[in-house]
């Protein structure tokens, strides 16, 4: 399956000679994740810590847990599967979440996005979080 891209508008170079700029979606997505787990509350994205990290070392779906798609407009239509630390405002951490990845993804792109739906998987302490880090090493 073929990843999608998008074209970004740089504007028109004098000569018109440059050419078009396209963004995989998978590099949105990227940034997604990167945004979302550096939001205070958010644990990880698309499952639990120890799934994403096998996720990542092997190279399977790298953007497991975010969807990406535009609309007729263009804009990005983002989805974004996360698990939240147990005793957050869950509302209010999504509500920051949707901020945050909605801001880092415009400007590394320069292109709006349309929404930024959160789905909250789960909700887990902290510490158990942690622990399954450090079962890791």
Same mark, same amino acid.
């Given at each position: /399956? #073929? =990843?999608?891209?998008?074209?970004i !508008?740089?504007?028109?170079h @004098? ?11 998978t590099v949105v997505?990227?940034i997604?994740?990167?945004? &979302? ?5 958010v ?12 996720a990542? $070392?092997?190279s399977?779906?790298?953007d497991?847990? %975010?969807? %990406? ?8 239509? $983002?989805? $974004?599967?996360?698990?939240? #630390?147990y005793? %957050?405002?869950? &509302?209010?951490? &999504?509500?920051?979440l949707? /901020?945050i990845? =909605? ?8 292109k @709006?996005? =349309?929404n ?8 887990? /302490? &902290?510490e158990? #979080?942690? #622990?399954?880090?450090?079962? !890791?090493?």
């Amino acid at each position: /399956m #073929e =990843a999608q891209e998008s074209t970004i !508008e740089t504007g028109e170079h @004098p000569d018109g000679s440059l050419g078009q700029i396209k963004v995989n979606h998978t590099v949105v997505s990227t940034i997604v994740k990167m945004a &979302a787990i550096n939001v205070s509350g958010v644990l990880a994205v698309g499952g639990s810590f120890v799934e994403n990290f096998i996720a990542q $070392i092997s190279s399977k779906e790298s953007d497991k847990g %975010v969807r %990406v798609s535009e609309d007729e407009a263009g804009n990005y239509q $983002i989805e $974004i599967r996360v698990l939240m #630390e147990y005793g %957050v405002e869950l &509302a209010k951490t &999504a509500e920051t979440l949707q /901020m945050i990845v =909605a801001k880092q993804v415009t400007n590394m792109t320069g292109k @709006p996005v =349309a929404n930024v739906d959160v789905i909250i998987e789960g909700v887990k /302490m &902290a510490e158990e #979080e942690t #622990e399954e880090k450090e079962g !890791e090493d």
